[in-house]
């Protein structure tokens, strides 16, 4: 099974901002929805309760969320104590690729064990405050694809759609 982190972060490395993202990007939201589709997304408790009410679980996915809070309940989720336990029931389930989608507790987790094989990686152009950071990653990290994109009425900041596979 491929292990994906997807996320958007500023060039600063800011991916959230008191349980919500910094900028609203129609088109990245579009691409995460297209790329995690019919996938098993992988979500801390903070991330899951940031998402919407009326988006959640996350449809056409099968939404795992990791807490260590006993007896938390996720309507619709499938709550797991631990990132391996969800990564466990990932494989268990036939996933052939299981996504990472935040937020920052996890991500960092996911990199210390080393689980992660690639990343899906939006970078906004933009340096924005925040509370929430993605992990610096290191030179295994090559880029294999990036789309580009100009801020427009609908993006106030330009932006860059990369594929890093670790080496």
Do not use: C
Request: proline share 4%.
């Amino acid at each position: 099974m491929i292990v994906t982190a997807i996320v958007a972060a500023s060039e600063n490395g800011v991916i959230g901002r008191e349980g919500d993202l910094p900028w609203h990007l129609p088109d990245d939201m579009k691409f995460f929805q297209r790329t995690t589709r019919g996938h098993h997304v992988i979500t801390g408790r903070k991330n899951y309760e940031s998402i919407p009410e009326k988006y959640r679980p996350l449809k056409d996915r099968t939404n795992l969320v990791v807490t260590r809070t006993p007896g938390y309940e996720a309507f619709g989720a499938v709550v797991v104590n631990s990132l391996e336990e969800a990564l466990a029931l990932a494989r268990w389930n036939g996933e052939q690729e299981a996504f990472i989608i935040g937020g920052g507790q996890i991500y960092a987790e996911a990199f210390r064990l080393g689980v992660v094989d690639r990343v899906y990686l939006t970078t906004v152009h933009a340096q924005v405050q925040g509370d929430t950071h993605f992990p610096d990653l290191d030179e295994r990290w090559k880029e294999t694809w990036r789309e580009e994109h100009a801020a427009d009425e609908r993006h106030a900041h330009a932006f860059t759609f990369r594929l890093l596979e670790r080496s």
